[in-house]
């Protein structure tokens, strides 16, 4: 497991959070930050083709 807390949430692709976000991502929980990378992943699985397309990175920020 990484030591980089937010290492699940950039593998979702929540890496570009701005610095004030990435803050308070930063103090959650390793099970809240488990959530929200799951969260994250069901985001991106649902997105249409089309909006992929359009953004790449669906994020939650």
Do not use: H, W, Y
Not at 33 to 53: C, D, F, K, S, W
């Amino acid at each position: 497991m990484s030591n980089d807390p937010l290492a699940q949430l950039r593998a979702a692709g929540l890496d570009r959070l701005p610095e004030a976000q990435r803050v308070v991502f930063e103090d959650l929980s390793p099970e809240e930050l488990r959530v929200v990378g799951v969260i994250q992943e069901r985001l991106n699985a649902a997105a249409p083709e089309v909006e992929g397309q359009q953004n790449k990175n669906n994020t939650l920020c």
